[in-house]
């Protein structure tokens, strides 16, 4: 019953398990756009989107966004953009870096942006506590960005022709995703209190059986060779077996 | 009459050991959390938390290259890139070091500085190692500055490490600040035309927090009941020591000899006995097949790896047999303390999964824990059922066995070594998917050839052969025929050659250790044999694996040890795990949740249990081999010499224990399924050698009794009424042979 509840209590308390995820894409382009301009070198643009994905997930960005979405910032972290000699295996993230990947855990909703390599566009990828969730953040990150990108602008004093323009392509795809997750965690946890249950059930049964048996022993020893106990210590001066030896 | 119990001690003599062990353990826990001084005399918190921050920076210019088209194109971004690099560096000197030191308030103490490392600076084994200064400053290692850049964006990332979130924080600002006035100095000296100015733009401000919040009084609390633990266990031991030395002694008494013919013995493999041939193929198997390279396309819940098919079948069969089967042929299932100390484990593997499910369901690696937890599951059930089956007079003989598949893989690995043809992967590789890892028949970063034999990893392979050669070297001491004892120093020879042609340190230390282990309780022994004929083993060794025996030798000489990426790599980790080890010290983030791919490759099973289940599971992890060592323990110490066959067998076993228990410094021996599933093999074994052998008897089919009708009137199952007269004996029920 103890493991039966356990698993309950936690499958209905893991209401923050992550189980929306949504995707939207993001343009990094002109005011002329370069997807209808012959001769708009798009090179300079995907460098440019290379650095935006990275930017994103800085917390300046993140702000504009969490606004955007009504989601606390603390709620929220980015990784990415994985790529260059970071997306090599065996990372090897130093002692301070870490720190701040483990105080990001538990932020129910992630964000992940990636570069794409030959064309100017960034793919936002967001996890969250659910399906509207995960839509909604993924739908403020287009304003979120631009709003940033808007407040730099207007600080340099940017001319009109020369500003760049993010677009968003289409709006966010949801989906439901780690639907077992919970399921995993409430049998994970049923097992493991109904396994150290009959562990302690039978350790304890075991233990003093054993005590028993060996108290029984000792008195056949006290009866057979009462020289090897110390009557005051009930310690026994040599063992039964050095005793007769 | 019941005999008169031993005279009671004193109340006070009876409860001044409690007191004094609850007095150590609450010192133990003090001790943990606080560090005494004596002048001034006080308790100061130890530093088992940190404070983290981090800031990122974009190097840009006065007209945004994030707002504006006009101002940045590759080359831009690139010389971004490359001047975010001379920033990382120029934060990370002394002169940047010590005044951020001075600002924080540390005096003339400097801050630690590091970086960038996404950009692996530093780490080359062919840069020649010069000596080191002294470090002429006076540093302190608990306020920590990390820059980092990626070569190919213009970005700065600054993180920062301190016992505090408010002076984590007052670093970060600090070098960012530092960065800007000398920027603002240089341009000020030298002005630029147009926007070539270089702006550090802020990207938001700095986020920061703490970890290991609560890991002072959860490390106290272990420590307090750890303590308690075992030193109430020593003092029950103490209590009843008489009674156990007895015990122990008549115990070992009523166990027959092995060397004793015992006539009719359904013993494998003369036997019919389905199960024991059954764990013969399945030892094979994890010598001969590569199996966790084939993946068969069968739907199963866990990854589809040839041992979980071949491991569900044994069990079925298990069952089947238990079903079926009677008497002395029926599989004998006696928990004892190894399936204890396997199974808390694994609920501690469970609960730390269930614990930790939301933050690993947010990391997306719920999946990889699964998969994780049925492969310990694969382990635990598969030593339940070799416990159950196997036999004392059959464990011999499996050594034998295991020492032939040794062998032939150690002659594999030879082959493989000098003609770079993996046997085991080609031949298998005809009829079966299988899959050859990365980096098959490649040279490593130090010049190693990479060898796999029939595993996933050269250590594996290594770690293998170190297990088999306990039982090698007692075979051939205890051999009674001259051709028996040649024949096991040949394999000796070959198991040393076959682990040192893998070219790793670990080939040599475990070895080594093994043959120090059998030395301390056989001396005499294992010197006649070893020592006398090391030139024979050596000349074995250099003509099978020539110039391998001198690479491993020269990664182990002192200049080079502690300089190879393998060594300083493993050195690196213990600093760089810390957090993760304060985030959850008692249970872990979830069992194997730490991906190696993803984090970082610890080499080392203690510190990835230390992180995935913490310290208490991997104190469970530690008593597994605890529980072993101490099960083999009384038949190894038989001064009686009842029986030496099961002695040399079970220190055979017990040395074997503790290789895989060193080999746990060395690598995540719980990951690669070979040697796990081979300790679980040798703990079943010594589960076996505790036993008494089963008397001589055929085995038989279980066979319900018949059902007799009891009349028209009664309902079936109740008694019918009896007739009247002596009551008949029933007809003799027929037993059948097993075929």
Sequence with gaps: MLAVGSAAGLKLSSHSVPTGAATVQILVDAPTSELANLTQNPTPLISRAAVFAQVMTSQAVLQNIAEVAKVPVTQMTAQGPYSGAGESLDVITPAEARSNQLVAEKAPYRMTFLAQQNEPVITATVQAPSVPAAEQVAGAIYTGTQNYVKAIQHEGHTPEADKVTLRQLGSPQAASVNGSSRTTMAAAAFLAVLIIGLLVILGIEGLFKRDRELEGLEREIAEFDPLAHDAAARRPLVSAGERRR | ?739
């Design chain 2, 1 to 739: 009459m019941r005999p008169a119990a031993p005279p009671r001690a004193s109340r006070w003599r009876r409860l001044a050991p409690i007191g004094a062990l609850c007095t150590l353990a609450a010192i133990a826990a003090v001790a943990i959390g606080y560090s005494p001084t004596i002048a001034p005399p006080g308790l100061h918190a130890r530093s088992v938390q940190l404070g983290a921050a981090r800031s990122q920076l974009l190097i840009d210019n006065t007209d945004s290259a994030l707002a504006d088209i006009g101002t940045q194109t590759q080359y831009q971004t690139e010389l971004g890139s490359q001047l975010a690099l001379s920033y990382a560096l120029y934060l990370r000197g002394d002169a940047a070091t010590a005044e951020i030191g001075r600002e924080i308030g540390l005096g003339s103490r400097s801050i630690s500085a590091s970086g960038p490392f996404t950009l692996l600076l530093e780490r080359t084994n062919y840069a020649r190692k010069l000596p080191t200064l002294p470090e002429p400053r006076n540093v302190d290692g608990s306020y920590r500055l990390l820059t980092d850049v990626d070569g190919a964006h213009p970005v700065l990332s600054l993180y920062a490490q301190a016992p505090t979130v408010h002076e984590a924080v007052a670093i970060v600002e600090t070098a960012r600040g530092l960065l800007e006035r000398h920027l603002d100095g240089d341009q000020t000296d030298h002005p630029l035309p147009g926007n070539s100015d270089v702006v550090v733009r802020p990207l938001g401000p700095t986020t920061a927090g703490l970890v290991g919040s609560g890991a002072r009084w959860q490390l106290m609390a272990f420590g307090f009941f750890a303590v308690m633990l075992v030193g109430g266990s020593l003092l029950w031991a103490r209590r009843r020591r008489t009674a156990r030395a007895h015990d122990a002694k008549s115990s070992i008494a009523k166990l027959d000899r092995l060397d004793d013919p015992l006539p009719g013995a359904d013993e494998w493999p003369h036997t019919r006995r389905a199960l024991p041939w059954a764990l013969a193929a399945f030892i094979a198997m994890l010598f001969l097949v590569p199996f966790d390279a084939i993946a068969l396309p069968l739907h199963l819940p866990v990854n589809g790896t040839l041992d979980r098919p071949v491991l569900i079948a044994l069990g079925m069969l298990w069952f089947a047999t238990l079903a079926v089967v009677s008497g002395a042929a029926r599989p004998r299932m006696r928990l004892g303390r190894i399936h204890y100390a396997a199974l808390a484990f694994f609920a501690v593997c469970l609960l730390s999964v269930a614990l930790n499910g939301q933050a690993l369901a947010n990391m997306t690696e719920v999946g990889l824990t699964v998969k994780k937890l049925a492969l310990l599951a694969s382990y635990i059930v598969f030593f339940f059922i070799a416990a159950s089956v196997l036999r004392p007079r059959e464990v011999a003989r499996f050594a034998a066995l295991m020492v032939g598949l040794g062998v032939i893989v150690a002659l594999g690995t030879i082959i493989e070594y000098r003609f770079h043809y993996n046997l085991f992967y080609e031949l298998w590789g005809t009829v079966l998917p299988v899959t050859k890892p990365n980096g098959f028949d490649t040279i490593d970063s130090i010049g190693r050839l990479t060898i796999y034999g029939p595993t996933l990893q050269p250590l594996e392979l290594a770690a293998m052969l170190a297990m088999v050669l306990p039982f090698a070297i007692l075979g051939a001491i205890d051999a009674k025929t001259r051709r028996q004892r040649i024949l096991y120093i040949v394999a000796v020879g070959l198991l040393l050659a076959g682990g040192v042609a893998t070219a790793r340190k670990t080939s040599l230390v475990v070895p080594a250790v093994v043959i120090v282990l059998l030395a301390c309780y056989r001396p005499r022994d294992v010197f006649r044999t070893v020592g006398r004929l090391c030139i024979v083993l050596f000349a074995i060794v250099h003509f099978t694996s020539p110039g391998a025996l001198g690479s491993v030798i020269n990664q182990l000489e002192p200049g080079h040890v502690n300089s190879a990426l393998t060594t300083t790599d493993r050195t690196a980790r213990y600093d760089a795990v810390t957090p993760d080890l304060l985030r959850h010290p008692l249970i872990g983030r979830g069992y194997e949740s730490y991906d190696p791919q993803k984090y970082r490759i610890l080499d080392n099973q203690y510190l990835d249990l230390l992180i995935t289940v913490g310290a208490i599971g991997t104190l469970l992890y530690l008593t597994i081999f605890a529980a072993m060592i101490s099960a083999a323990r009384p038949l190894i110490r038989d001064r009686s010499g009842h029986d030496p066959r099961r002695a040399s067998l079970a220190l055979a076993a017990t040395v074997t224990v503790i290789a895989v228990a060193i080999g746990s410094a060395l690598f995540d021996v719980l990951s690669f399924p070979h040697v796990p599933y081979l300790l679980f093999f040798v703990a079943a074994m010594i589960v076996a050698l505790r036993e008494a052998s089963p008397a001589a008897e055929p085995a038989r089919l279980r066979v319900a009794p018949p059902v007799v009708s009891a009349g028209p009137n009664v309902a079936p199952g109740e008694p019918g009424p009896q007739p009247p007269g002596p009551v008949p004996t029933p007809p003799e029920t027929r037993e059948p042979v097993l075929v």
